[in-house]
């Protein structure tokens, strides 16, 4: 069991590119003690020299906050450092940068004049306020996780691999180059001994309807 003395103070520094700002999404906020200031609270900085809070969450809920700055600070202090246990904060931050023509610089738009970087896309978390860039992600991925999932895709797998298997042999056998060889060893091989003449074929064939010799 965790058993501290004494208060708890925690600073986190968050940094994007120079050319981005930050958004702190908050998804979880609990605290032990909601609506005591001076017991439990936390604190949202923006850039590093910042005197006062951007914004201060010490009751029962936590709004996402957007600051102008690539740096963020957040502090989270615990008058009783025992009440970590029935404390309970979740939160992502994102880096965005508001412009109207987000396709000008690879990207994505978030739908209220917000953009996200590109690569932020589809990525398991929401990086847009309203979620936008998580939206119509996992289509072809559910199609195949739903086809994997089926008690009879192994068996269509196999046929599939044995289907491929087979085609490739028989273009392999059958290529022209193989089938002309030996087409043409087969005919010499059906051939009399009579018509062998020192190595050289007399006899004819029909090319259709006349009748040419063979050498």
Known sequence: ALNFTGSLECIWLLEVPHDYSIVLYINEFSLYAPNHCDLNFLEVYSGTTSDRPLKRYCGMTAAHVFSSHYLMYIRFYLHDANQIRNTSISALYSSFVRMKNCSSKQLLTCGDENCVPQPLACNGRLNCPYGTDEMNCHVAQDFILQFISKSYSPLILLILLVSSAVLGLFLWHYS????????????????????????????????GERMMPLR
């Open 176 to 207: 022209p180059s193989n089938c002309c060889q030996r087409s043409k060893l087969s005919y010499v091989h059906r051939l009399p001994d009579a018509e062998r003449q020192n190595g050289i074929i007399i006899t004819t064939v029909r090319n």
